[in-house]
Nanobody
């Protein structure tokens, strides 16, 4: 059974850091691109970052470039999102999702989704 489980969310002060994890089970991540998305209350879901399979090309939303870093550990079957210099506007539920091989800017093309983890940036 394909399963994605996010963890690492929490409450952090502005300027702080968090590392989110997306652990996969029931399949290997080797042949999948993994995307991180977020949804804040009253807002549409938006793409945050994505890492492709094999070469591991990475993509970032303009709003997080230079602050967030996506990485993958195929041995641990896990993808990470390191979030630094967090801002209140980063507050949202963060989801990971997979699609075959290559990243896409269209969330509807991602096949499986995790349950999400809450990130709250507040003083």
């Amino acid at each position: 059974q394909v399963q994605l489980v996010e963890s690492g969310g929490g409450l952090v002060q502005p300027g702080g850091s968090l590392r989110l994890s997306c652990a996969a089970s029931g399949f290997t991540l080797d042949y999948y691109a993994i995307g991180w998305f977020r949804q804040a209350p009253g807002k549409e879901r938006e793409g945050v970052s994505c890492i492709s399979s094999s070469i591991g090309s990475t993509y970032y939303a303009d709003s997080v470039k230079g602050r967030f870093t996506i990485s993958r550990d195929n041995v641990k079957n896990t993808v990470y999102l390191q979030m630094n210099s967090l801002k209140p506007e980063d507050t949202a539920i963060y989801y990971c999702a997979i699609r075959p091989y290559y990243c896409s800017g269209y969330s509807s093309t991602f096949d499986s989704w995790g349950q999400g983890t809450q990130v709250t940036v507040s003083s």
